[in-house]
């Protein structure tokens, strides 16, 4: 099992542009979550996704920030436009079975720097 | 509200000593919990969980941790650290109440001396 891909690992960009980050889960898994880490603000839950369908966004900043789910082996995460502030860690994880229950695989995630 | 407070940013020990990295939360409802490692540049790691059962679960690594429900904590313990147990270890709740959220501590670095 090759785990949770992420891509790119890194992505530098400038104020303005956008940004789409991608993500591979674990086959059979059927929850996938977009966390961000930063070290004011630590993990933070963005999005999860339930059978490929959004449940709860809440915790997505700002309608600059969108994902989406097309099918169960691929997930994306776009920033348009991004902002220096938007400059993080983010990740991708999966689980299967009773989502809160399982304990999640995290990919390697992707490490976003906007100048 | 559901929150998980981790005592200590930072826990030095010297090789082959106990590690005891503590975590505490707080929750309505019987909880899910969790231990993970994140390793420099790379994704968390699930160490070990508590979900329902015995109380104390034991997890890779030689890692083992031991819910108690009368002090809402969940503290990690390994009785001998190696210079490779250096990490970030994070402490995380789950738990549905209405609608579902985990929710990460803030981190604890482990420091390993030789």
């Known amino acids: 099992d090759a785990g949770v891909i992420q891509s790119p690992r890194h992505e530098v960009t400038e104020m303005g542009q956008e940004v789409t980050l991608r993500c591979k889960p674990i086959s059979g898994h059927n929850s996938l979550f977009w966390y961000r880490q930063t070290m004011m603000r630590g993990l933070e839950l963005l999005i999860y996704f339930n059978n490929n369908v959004p449940i709860d966004d809440s915790g997505m900043p700002e309608d600059r920030f969108s994902a989406k789910m097309p099918n169960a082996s691929f997930s994306t995460l776009k920033i348009q436009p991004s902002e220096p502030r938007d400059s993080a860690v983010y990740f991708c994880?999966?689980?299967?079975?009773?989502?809160?229950?399982?304990?999640?695989?995290f990919g390697s995630g992707t490490r976003l720097t906007v100048v | 509200a559901q929150s998980v407070t981790q005592l200590g940013s930072h826990v030095s020990v010297s090789e082959g000593a106990l590690v005891l990295l503590r975590c505490n939360y707080s929750?309505?409802?019987?909880?899910?919990l969790f231990w993970y490692v994140q390793y420099p540049n790379q994704g968390l790691q699930l160490l070990l969980k508590?979900?329902?059962?015995?109380?104390l679960v034991k997890g890779i690594n030689g890692f083992e941790a031991e819910f108690k429900k009368s002090e809402t904590s969940f503290h990690l313990t390994k009785p001998s650290a190696h210079m490779s147990d250096a990490a970030e270890y994070f402490c995380?709740?789950?738990?549905?109440?209405?609608?579902?959220?985990?929710?990460f501590g803030a981190g604890t670095r482990l420091f390993v001396k030789a």
């Open positions: 995380a709740v789950s738990m549905f109440t209405g609608g579902f959220k985990t929710i």
């Open positions: 994880a999966s689980s299967s079975g009773t989502f809160y229950s399982g304990g999640y695989t």
């Open positions: 929750s309505s409802v019987p909880p899910y």
């Open positions: 508590y979900t329902t059962g015995a109380t």
